[in-house]
């Protein structure tokens, strides 16, 4: 149990497109999903924090208009990264939080962008 | 503020032999959980081990077990005869408000045969 997909894995595109990412909770409801970035041989840096039904809340630095976030049901999130550029590559890694007073968040196997 | 620290930037260890990956946190809240993850060179964070603040017992999952010392606040985890597929990243990490987590900044393990 708690599988938390993230789709697709590995993207390409030219600078200027927008890419979209998505986060799915498998076999639990997510109240709370989290998107992180991560550079090379960094830690995780959260990004921004998303409610089911709200706006997300977004991390000091991070760019809302850039990073758009949705999390249109208990189940799926979506990242958005508009107007890609090449400082955007990253490897993009979501979890999600079933809430319910537990502690463990349960991680998504990565998204690595990289923007021509 | 919180805060999480991993002070082993790279650690080799023989494989077979046990290995411990320091962490120390910070915190004010006298309630918070403790993690550790496993990152593969695919990069997936593969979910270890917690420990919550008031469990009176450390934690074990198979192979590993977290040494948690509260006065210290350290909660290092001991990998129990090291095997090749452990050669990993490691990250500590504590929860936070609203359930984020604050990362350590990792241990990069590599396990010799």
Redesign the interface.
Known sequence: GAVVSQHPSRVICKSGTSVKIECRSLDFQAT?M?WYR?FPK???M?MA?SNEGSKA?YEQGVEKDKFLINHASLTLSTLTVTSAHPEDSS?Y?C?A?PGQGL????????T?LTVL | AQKITQTQPGMFVQEKEAVTLDCTYDTSDPSYGLFWYKQPSSGEMIFLIYQGSYDQQNATEGRYSLNFQKARKSANLVISASQLGDSAMYFCAMRGSNYQLIWGAGTKLIIKP
């Open positions: 709370t989290f991560q960094q830690s995780l959260l924090t809340t490897f890694i979890s939080h502690d463990t968040q349960y991680f998504g196997p990565g690595r």
